[in-house]
C-alpha cells in the first residue's frame, strides 16, 4: 500500500503522461501498467481547450488520481499559479512540484522548489516535490512538512537509471514521508531496485512512452516495481566477501571411492 496523505494506492507505480506516439497506445499502455496515479503537466495538457485534444478524455478518469505537475515552472512564484490553475479546474489538491534550474540537465531548483513548498503548504495544498537526489534537501522539505519527497534517479529522460543508489538509500533511511523515485529511470531493472533500496514508488514516462513496444514495457515496469516491492519487504541477504555452501556438507556420511 502507498500512503500519500489522505490517498492510499495499491499499485507502487505512477505514469507520466508525456511523449506517447498516439492517445490510443498510450490507454493502452496506462491499462497494461495498473498505475493508479499518473500524472500530467497542466501546462501541456488542453484541460482549459474543451475543443482541443486531451488524453484525459480517452480514460475512464474516476479510475485516476490525476496528479497536477508544474513543469515548465522556472520559479516558485510561477510553480504556485500553475498548481492554483489546477486546483481551480477541481483536478485535485495534490500537486507535483517541479521547477526546472537548468534547461540543459533538466535539473531541479532546490531553492526555489523550497520556496514553492513553503507556499503551497500554507495554501493547504498535498505537496509532492521533485528534487535531486539530494539528502539535506529532503530532510529539509520534511521539516517544513511536504507529503512525498520525490529524487530523480538521474536526470529527467536520460534513462540512465540509478546513478547514486547510496544517497537514494540515504534519503529513504531518514525518511519519514514516503519516497517515490522520479525520472531518470530506463529499465524495468532500475524500478525494481529503486523499490529493493526501500522507495515507496516508482514515477516514469520515457522508459514506457519510447519503449519499442509501450504496452508491454508498462506491464514490466508494473512487474518490476511489484518483484521489487516484495524484495524489499522480504528482506535480502546481506553480501558476504567468502563463499558459504548453499548445501552445507557437515554431517554428510562420505562415499568411498574404488
Ligand atoms: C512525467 C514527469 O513528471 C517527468 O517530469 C518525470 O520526471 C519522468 O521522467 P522520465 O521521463 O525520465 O521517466
Redesign the pocket.
Given at each position: 500500500m502507498l500512503k500519500i496523505a489522505n490517498y492510499e494506492f495499491s499499485s507502487h507505480l505512477l505514469l507520466?503522461t508525456?511523449k506517447y506516439a498516439d492517445f490510443h497506445l498510450q490507454k493502452s499502455a496506462v491499462e497494461a501498467s495498473e498505475t493508479e496515479i499518473l500524472?500530467f503537466a497542466v501546462r501541456r495538457m488542453n484541460i482549459f481547450e474543451a475543443s482541443q485534444p486531451n488524453f484525459l478524455d480517452m480514460i475512464d478518469v474516476d479510475k485516476y488520481t490525476l496528479l497536477p505537475?508544474t513543469?515548465g515552472a522556472k520559479t516558485a512564484e510561477e510553480a504556485v499559479r500553475i498548481a492554483k490553475l489546477a486546483k481551480a479546474s477541481g483536478l485535485c489538491d495534490m500537486v507535483?512540484v517541479?521547477i526546472i534550474g537548468d534547461q540543459k540537465t533538466l535539473l531541479p531548483d532546490p531553492f526555489e522548489t523550497l520556496k514553492a513548498c513553503e507556499a503551497l503548504l500554507n495554501e493547504g495544498f498535498i505537496v509532492l516535490p521533485?528534487i535531486s537526489d539530494d539528502v539535506v534537501l529532503a530532510k529539509r522539505l520534511q521539516e517544513l512538512g511536504v507529503h512525498a519527497v520525490m529524487p530523480g534517479a538521474s536526470p529527467?529522460?536520460?534513462g540512465q537509471g540509478i546513478l547514486n543508489p547510496m544517497n537514494l538509500a540515504f534519503i529513504i533511511e531518514q525518511a519519514t514521508v514516503p519516497v517515490v523515485v522520479?525520472?531518470?529511470?530506463g529499465s524495468p531493472t532500475d524500478a525494481t531496485l529503486a523499490m529493493e533500496l526501500g522507495a515507496s514508488g516508482v514515477?516514469?514516462?520515457?522508459?514506457v512512452s519510447d519503449a519499442k513496444d509501450p504496452v508491454k514495457m508498462a506491464l514490466a515496469m508494473k512487474l518490476a516495481v511489484e518483484a521489487g516491492r516484495h524484495g524489499f519487504e522480504a528482506g535480502r541477504i546481506p553480501k558476504k566477501t567468502y563463499a558459504s555452501a548453499s548445501s552445507p556438507t557437515e554431517g554428510m556420511s562420505t562415499v568411498e571411492q574404488g
Open positions: 507520466g508525456g500524472t505537475n513543469a507535483k517541479e521533485y529527467i529522460g536520460s522520479d525520472a531518470g529511470i514515477l516514469l514516462n520515457t522508459a
